[in-house]
Every structure is written in C-alpha cells, then in structure tokens.
C-alpha cells in the first residue's frame, strides 16, 4: 500500500508540473474501517468502508489551490491538476503561502520506534461483535443499569504518504482499536446515563471489553437520582476524563490561525504567565504509541518535543510555515492537513504536569464543591475567555460526594480559571492529551 500511495503522489505533482503550477505538493490517504454496534444483545449495525483518498495544492507564485478526488484514476488526477491550476489563477494573492526550503525538511525519520501501526491481523467482524456484546452484558449486570443505549467495537487503519515539489517524500501508517458503551439508570423523566469508552493503537493494550461495560454501568448507575446543585461561587473539580478540555481552550487560544486573525484571548500573553509557577504543558510528537504522534508534519518538516508553557509561562504559538510567516515567526511543526484543504496549525501529543495529590485529596481539600464528569454546550468568548458551558456530575460535601447532579451551568474567565488550577495525579498516560483531574477555585454554579 505505502509503494501505491507514493505512486499516487508523484503522479499527482508530475500533473500538476504540466498543467503550468509554480510548486505543488500532494497528499494520497488509505483508510480501512470496520465498526460494529448491538442492542439488547442482537447486532444493531455493522459497517465496513475503504477508501483511497488524493488531495493537490497548486501554487502559482502567491497564489494557491487545493483539489481532492476518490478516483485514482489517469484521466482524473490530470483534470484535477488542470482544474487546480486554472483555481489558482483566480485566487487572490496570499504572501505568505508556500512549500518549505530544502534546509527545513524532515531527511530522517525512525517509524518503528513510534509504533503506530499494529502488526497483528485485522479483527473479524465476530470478534468485534463479540466484544460489543460481552460489554452490553457486563453493563447490564451492574445492579440499577434499565437499559444499554449502544455497545460497540470498532477498528481501523490509516496509511498516508505526502509529497512535494521541493524534494519532500514520507510516509506512515496508524492502527486504532476502539470498544464503547452508554449504560442508562432510572426511567422516563428521572433517565440517567453515562459512558465508557477506550482507544488504543494496539488491540492489546485496550481494556477488555467486559472492563468497558462494567464500568459504564457503575457510571450509570452511580447518577441515579440526580438533581440540580445550589447556585453560588463554589470551588469546581474537572474530572480526569473531562479534564482536558479545559486545557484544550488554552491549547485553542495559542493556535497560530487564531494569533493571526486576533482572536485568541491570550493575544497579548507571549511570556506572560498563564498557568500556575509549578505547571508546563508539552507536546510530544514523537512519544511512542501516541494516537496523535507523526515523525514529520504535513509540510515535510521533522517534528520534536516542545514546551507550550514552561513554568507557567507561555512560551509560542502553534504554527504551520504561513502563520508563521503571518507572526514573524519560524514553524513549530505542527501542519495539518487533508485531501482537501491546505495546511493548517494542529497539535499531536500534549502533557500537563502532574500534582501530588489524588481526586480525593482534592475533594477533601475544598470541602464543598462540584465535581464535573460530563460537560455540554459552550460558550466561549474567543477574544475575553469568558466561559460557561453546561455541567452535570456529583455534589462534595465534607469532602465525599452525596449526590449526583445534573442541569447545571458553570462560568468564569479562562484566564483567572488557569491561572489558578490545581492538578492531580490521575492521568491516563495513553491518552494524547495526558492531562489529570484539575481543581478550579471559585467558579460561578447556576443550579436551583
């Protein structure tokens, strides 16, 4: 497959040279996958898709277009390069777009200890139903569990090659398997639910499928009865598995598009503090088994740890070779693309530094408060940070948690929020976002 992809992209810039572009890059992507879900116990939908995608971008000196096709074929990726150039010619000039420099490619890069791609066969449709529906028992075996919304298993396989005009050739493949379930408490009005679920690149490495139900059964069941908590300013603790969302706006405010554009609330934070003194927030490309880990970018250049803040203090945006240029700044190696746009800034692995302290330590600390398991909506204002989104979870009293709550909204200001947040010990280090339950001081709960 890898041989066909780099075919694909060299007939694609080959194309695009006779069709009169300046430079050219070009994008081939294979992708396999396989999803099954049941329902009390019977398969509810099975589904298989492949699909081999091709993307162009053409560049006419400031100028720039993007095509993509299904179709593989001569004819078609002639007319797309046509069709590509004869785009670009009417698109308005852009000063800051265009291919890296030889100097800045990736030349070397070691695939095998990223291990992103699982050796082992691909599951059959019966062993992923059979693990969907060992889940769905397991969830319902848990005592106040009604019912199970949906259990699934599901795998896939990403193979993608990238070229360019300017020398750049790479690629690399990424395996996912995946195994979900939404386990429901109580009836009617008083329906509860909640979920679990797990990705991991090797099939080895994820939970089994009987750990996936049960607990999205005890999750379920552990909501019954909910209510809605006292309005107030209350201390807030983001549960581990929501956690990273709430970093996620800081990670948004720093994303190059957004600096460039001026409407990222941290515009003007450039060395200034953001997080607490003792907390860093890396990301690392290159951590092996990482579900967002690549050894180059999507413009050719090598990729490599980095820290986002450092000590708490912001220390650069997240750039691609055009919003870098937009700042006045090198690329951080972070292009992101597609078949079908040009690339854009985008993150792989990050990691906020970890507390001392267990999410029961930090209950007990605040005595009352809320903590946060599942969050809908939002409402974030870009440019101030103000925040509110809705929230449902369980009530602290004395420490411990009396009650579940549920139809609540939570607001501050992202940059009082982080500034002040208090980490714990308890994240997942598979994830791509390695980020432990956060505790936020004085936040403002809308409830009765």
């Not at 379930?181 to 679990?196: H, P, S």
């Not at 552990?222 to 581990?240: L, M, N, Q, S, W």
């Not at 800081?250 to 001026?262: H, I, K, W, Y």
């Not at 989104?389 to 420490?399: H, K, L, T, V, Y």
Request: a negative charge; one cysteine or more.
């Amino acid at each position: 497959m890898t041989d066909r992809l780099q075919d694909l992209t060299a007939r694609l810039l080959n194309a695009a040279g006779q069709a009169g572009a300046d430079a050219a890059d070009a994008i081939a992507v294979h992708g396999t996958s396989l999803s099954i879900d049941v329902r009390t116990g019977a398969l509810e939908q099975a589904e298989r898709s492949e699909a081999t995608d091709i993307g162009l971008r053409v560049l006419l000196g400031q100028r720039q277009a993007c095509v993509s096709a299904s179709d593989t074929s001569d004819a078609t990726v002639a007319t797309m390069a046509e069709r590509a150039v004869a785009m670009a010619r009417e698109a308005p000039e852009d000063p800051h777009i265009g291919l890296a420099t030889p100097d800045q490619l990736a030349v070397a890069w070691d695939l095998a200890a990223l291990d992103l791609a699982d050796p082992a066969p691909e599951p059959t449709p019966q062993a992923l139903e059979d693990a969907a529906r060992s889940a769905e028992t397991a969830a319902r075996a848990v005592p106040g569990v009604t019912q199970v919304d949906s259990s699934s298993a599901s795998f896939g396989r990403r193979a993608i090659h990238l070229a360019a005009t300017n020398g750049f050739a790479g690629g690399y493949a990424r395996t996912s398997h995946a195994r979900f379930c939404v386990a429901i408490t109580g009836e009617g009005l008083a329906m509860e639910r909640d979920y679990f679920g797990d990705m991991r690149l090797h099939g080895t490495d994820l939970p089994s499928a009987e750990e996936i139900g049960r607990t999205a059964g005890e999750r379920a069941a552990a909501r019954a009865g909910a209510r809605k908590p006292p309005t107030g300013a209350f201390p807030v603790i983001y549960d581990e598995r929501i956690a990273s969302g709430l970093i996620g706006h800081l990670l948004g405010a720093v994303d190059g598009a957004a600096v460039a554009r001026g409407a990222s609330w941290l515009l003007d934070a450039l060395g200034d503090q953001v997080l607490p003194a003792a907390l860093s927030l890396t990301e690392d490309p290159l951590r092996p088994r990482g579900s967002g880990s690549k050894p180059f970018d999507a413009e050719g250049l090598p990729t490599a740890p980095r820290d986002i803040v450092r000590d708490g203090v912001l220390q650069g945006w997240t750039l691609d070779l055009a919003t870098g240029r937009k700042l006045g700044l090198q690329s951080t190696a972070n292009a992101a693309r597609g078949p079908t746009a040009p690339p854009a800034p985008s993150l792989t692995n990050v990691e906020l530094t970890l507390g001392d302290r267990s999410r029961e330590d930090l209950m007990a600390e605040i005595g009352t408060g809320l903590l946060v398991t599942s969050l809908i909506g939002a409402s974030i204002n870009p440019t101030t940070g103000d925040y509110s989104r809705g929230a449902s979870g369980f009530w602290i009293e004395n420490g411990t948690i009396v009650y579940p709550v549920n139809e609540c909204t939570i607001a501050g200001n992202l940059r009082d929020m982080l500034k002040t947040v208090i980490p714990a010990n308890d994240a997942k280090r598979h994830r791509s976002s390695i980020v432990p339950s956060l505790l936020v001081e004085g936040l403002t709960l809308a409830g009765d």
